[in-house]
């Protein structure tokens, strides 16, 4: 069964960053598509960013453009997240989902594309 697991979370203060990793060690994936959700406390679980490896789109959140990027790392088969200038409303438990198949532009916000994801790691960010 194919796992994934989600690193690089932590308490960070307004303005500084984190980078999000994903490993998909067996390139189960590879010409899939990866995302990131988020829950904050108390809420759903919402999208943040995602990537289609087959065109190399990417796509976010309206509140997250040009602060975080999603990207991939061909040669080490990971999936990142870099969150730069984060606010407290950023806050929330991050989590990596994949398709193994090209996700639709109109489709890939939705978790219900998505069939395999990680555990979630908890980012905070607070004064």
């Known amino acids: 069964q194919v796992q994934l697991v989600e690193s690089g979370g932590g308490v960070v203060q307004p303005g500084e960053s984190l980078r999000l990793s994903c490993p998909d060690s067996?390139?189960?994936?590879?010409?899939?598509?990866m995302a990131w959700f988020r829950q904050a406390p108390g809420k759903g679980r919402d999208f943040v960013a995602a990537m289609r490896f087959s065109s190399n789109d990417k796509y976010y959140e309206d509140s997250v453009k040009g602060r975080f990027t999603i990207s991939r790392d061909n040669a080490a088969n990971t999936v990142y997240l870099q969150m730069d200038t984060l606010k407290p409303e950023d806050t929330g438990v991050y989590y990596c989902?994949?398709?193994?198949?090209?996700?639709?532009?109109?489709?890939?916000?939705?978790?219900?594309?998505?069939?395999?994801w990680g555990r979630g790691t908890q980012v905070t960010v607070s004064s």
């Open positions: 989902a994949a398709a193994r198949n090209r996700v639709i532009t109109s489709a890939v916000r939705s978790m219900q594309m998505y069939a395999t």
């Open positions: 067996e390139r189960t994936f590879s010409r899939g598509t």
